[in-house]
C-alpha cells in the first residue's frame, strides 16, 4: 500500500517512547457505527483484514486507521416531506406554520428519516513512526487530517503531535525554485504549477503538462503571483505535488519502487503488505527528510505540552 497524500506532523518525544502503548490506548476509542438518530459517528479500527490489532507494527513503524461514517439524508428529501406536513398544518390550524413552527417541524423529519439514511463509511490511514517521529496521515483534505488529530488527541494524554515547524514561506520557496529554474538537490521540476495571486481577488492560474517559459514566470512574479502548487520528482523514484501548506498530493512510487514491490518474494499475502509497507515507510522517511530539510523545517522544535 502507498499513501496519496501526505499530511505532514511531528511524533511528540514523549508518545514516541510509548509508540507500543498505542494500540491498546485506542481501544477505548474503537469505531461504533452511529445510532439512530447519529449523522456521523468516527472512531479507530483495524487497519488491516484478519487482523484486529488496532495499530499494526511493522519494524518499528506503525499503521492506524481512523474510521468516519456519515449518513447521508438529501436536503430535497428532507424539504419536500417538511412543505407537505406544512400543509397539512396549515388545514389544520388555518393559517400558515410560522418560521419557528417550520423549523421544529424540519428538525421533526430529519430525526424522524434519519434512521433510513444511507450509511458511507471512509478510513483514513496513519503512519506513525516513533523512531524518527513522523506522523504522517493519509487526508485529501485538511478536515479529515483535523478529525485524525482530534480523535488522537482525545485517545492519548499528552496530546502526542505537534505541528511541523517551518521557518519559510513555502509558496516563495516553490516561487523562487521556478525563477530558479531548478529544485533544490534530489528533486526535479515537474510541468505541473498553480499560481495565484496576492491582491484581494486571489485570482488562480494553473498548468498541466506545460513547461513555463522564464519570461512567463516573470511575468507572474510581477503581477503579483506566487507558486502554490508544483510537481516535483524525489530522485526518480517518488512523484507528488506540493502545497503552499507543506502538503504531499498524488504521491506516486515511480516505475523503480514499483519494480522493487513486485519483485518481493513474499509467501504470503500478510508478508506483501509488511513488505510494502516497510518499503513504503522507507522510502517516505528519506523524501521527508529532504523534503522538510529543503523546507527549513526545525525537527528538533518541541512544542510545550
Not at 488522537?152 to 521556478?178: C, D, F, I, R
Request: proline share 4%; glycine share 4%; net charge negative.
Amino acid at each position: 500500500m502507498w499513501f496519496r497524500n501526505l499530511k505532514i506532523f511531528r511524533l511528540t518525544p514523549h508518545w514516541a517512547d510509548r509508540a507500543e502503548t498505542i494500540g491498546e490506548t485506542l481501544k477505548s476509542h474503537a469505531f461504533a457505527s452511529s445510532d439512530d438518530l447519529s449523522a456521523t459517528a468516527l472512531g479507530w479500527v483495524a487497519p488491516r483484514e484478519n487482523d484486529d490489532r488496532l495499530a499494526v507494527p511493522v519494524q518499528g513503524q506503525y499503521l492506524l486507521a481512523l474510521r468516519l461514517e456519515k449518513k447521508l439524508l438529501p436536503a430535497t428529501v428532507v424539504n419536500q416531506e417538511t412543505k407537505a406536513r406544512a400543509l397539512l398544518m396549515e388545514a389544520e390550524q388555518g393559517y400558515k406554520p410560522g418560521r419557528k413552527q417550520i423549523k421544529d417541524l424540519k428538525q421533526t423529519v430529519t430525526d424522524e428519516l434519519m434512521p433510513r439514511a444511507f450509511r458511507i463509511a471512509r478510513d483514513i490511514h496513519v503512519w506513525a513512526d516513533p523512531i524518527n517521529r513522523w506522523l504522517v496521515v493519509d487526508a485529501a483534505s485538511s478536515g479529515q487530517a483535523e478529525e485524525v488529530l482530534s480523535a488522537l488527541g482525545k485517545a492519548l494524554y499528552p496530546y502526542p503531535v505537534e505541528p511541523l515547524q517551518l521557518s519559510h514561506s513555502v509558496a516563495g520557496l516553490m516561487t523562487n525554485w521556478m525563477i530558479a529554474g531548478t529544485a533544490p538537490d534530489g528533486f526535479t521540476l515537474e510541468p505541473e504549477s498553480q499560481w495565484q495571486s496576492t491582491s484581494d481577488s486571489a485570482a488562480v492560474i494553473r498548468y498541466t503538462r506545460h513547461e513555463l517559459s522564464q519570461d512567463a514566470i516573470t511575468r507572474h512574479v510581477q503581477a503579483g503571483y506566487q507558486c502554490t502548487r508544483l510537481a516535483l520528482t524525489w530522485q526518480d523514484r517518488i512523484g507528488f505535488v506540493l502545497t503552499d501548506t507543506a502538503d504531499c498530493k498524488r504521491v506516486n512510487a515511480l516505475d523503480i519502487l514499483q519494480d522493487r514491490s513486485n519483485a518481493q518474494a513474499a509467501a504470503t499475502p500478510e508478508e506483501k503488505l509488511d513488505g510494502d509497507f516497510v518499503l513504503m515507510t522507507a522510502e517516505l522517511n528519506q523524501l521527508l527528510v529532504a523534503l522538510t530539510e529543503a523546507l527549513g523545517a526545525n525537527l528538533n522544535t518541541t512544542a510545550t505540552q
